[in-house]
């Protein structure tokens, strides 16, 4: 336990921001803060030493995915999943909650595990939350995620009850199974769109002694007014001295707005993703690289990024995509992971200047002005 500790240095004068430390044994975090995926043990198309350079402090892997491929027992034969990939600071994993909901081909939950058929193989696999801990002890981690229940929503409010009430038993059942003093265990607050079911989550598993707390089962297709309505609803009820993390969201704007609700820890497919597509995200909206407009272009994507993709001109980086050249991917998968970064180390500096909420405001004109609202130019 003495290995985790967070710091909450300052809380905005004007919103629910914080501006916060996590300390782990492989170094600290600096919150707010973005953790880039590495879904199989890679951010895609990025290296170790690249991923560094972005800014980033803690990046994540995916239980479900290295279990499955790999094994768990061929990472911790490699050393573990720091030694493996070569990433020398904190790493959180996930529990595979999510990935069975979404991935797996078939999905049943009963009170002793989630079993479900692996998309690589076909096999039948259970995962029972004590499983789920004993995979994420074997691949390393500095923070385990507990076995939720994961259902999709709209969802009738009894199983949405249900699945709420099965998460806490098995946020239970992890955190007893639970061997390792080097690895944090976060428990996952769900309960839907439902605020009275957020909060009686959070209640409970705030009784137990979980190093941080994460809102899961957000970003699942639901309206950003809802997100920010259930994020504010449960990080109410969540002590001020853990961290607080809240899982696959999103983009920048949302970062922002979650921030203001007293969320210090995100992470999210979508610079890395986006960035194989060629959209690019800036300080003044969404850039489609691919886009005849760029063709001549000898601006950088974004003027002031210090990132390698933005010593080239958006017309270079455009004609990479069109011939096909991984390089264009990995240019923009870069800038964006830079750009994530940079815009959290610029809400932490808002943060303890107490000018967060002009801050915001800034950003959210900034991304408005493209010329077409929501669409990438
Ligand atoms: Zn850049």
Redesign the pocket.
Same mark, same amino acid.
């Given at each position: 336990m003495s290995q985790f500790h967070f710091d909450l240095q300052h809380r905005d004068a004007a919103t629910g921001a914080r501006r916060g430390v996590f300390v782990t044994p492989h170094g600290p975090v600096q919150t707010p803060g973005f953790m880039p995926v590495g879904t199989q043990g890679t951010v895609k198309g990025v290296t170790i030493d690249q991923v560094a350079a972005t800014g980033a402090h803690m990046i994540l892997g995916n239980t479900y995915h290295l279990a499955l491929r790999p094994g768990h027992e061929t990472v911790r034969r490699l050393g573990g999943l720091h030694a493996m990939c070569g990433w020398e600071g904190p790493i959180l994993t996930d529990s595979g909650g999510f990935q069975v909901f979404s991935l797996g081909e078939i999905n049943k939950v009963t009170e002793h595990a989630a079993t479900f058929r692996s998309h690589i193989d076909g096999r039948i696999v259970e995962l029972t939350p004590e499983h789920s801990i004993e995979i994420q002890e074997a691949l390393g981690s500095d923070v385990a995620m507990v076995l939720d229940h994961v259902i999709a929503l709209p969802a009738d409010p009894g199983a949405v009850t249900d699945a709420m009430e099965r998460s806490i038993r098995w946020a239970k059942r992890c955190l007893e199974y639970a061997n390792s003093d080097r690895q944090a265990k976060f428990a996952i607050v769900q309960g839907g769109l439902d605020e009275t079911l957020r909060a009686q989550c959070a209640r409970e598993l705030t009784s137990m002694d979980f190093d941080g707390y994460a809102v899961g089962g957000l970003s699942v297709g639901e309206e950003p007014s809802e997100m920010y309505r259930v994020t504010a609803a449960t990080t109410e009820h969540l002590p001020a001295d853990h961290p607080r993390y809240l899982m696959g969201v999103g983009r920048p704007i949302d970062l922002l707005e979650n921030v203001a609700r007293g969320i210090d820890l995100f992470d999210c497919v979508m610079p890395t993703r986006n960035g194989r597509n060629s959209i690019a995200f800036t300080d003044a909206g969404p850039v489609k690289l691919r886009n005849a407009v760029h063709r001549e272009d000898r601006r950088?994507?974004?003027q002031g @990024?210090p @990132?390698i993709? @933005?010593r080239h001109s958006r017309g270079y980086i455009r004609h990479l995509f069109n011939a096909g050249e991984m390089l264009g991917p990995i240019l923009l998968s870069i800038?964006n992971l830079?750009?994530y970064q940079r815009l959290m180390a610029e809400t932490r500096s808002a943060i303890e200047a107490d000018r967060f909420e002009e801050f915001r405001r800034e950003k959210i004109a900034g991304w408005d002005s493209a010329k077409t609202p929501g669409k990438a130019t």
């Open positions: 950088p994507v974004e @990024c @990132c993709a @933005c800038h830079t750009y």
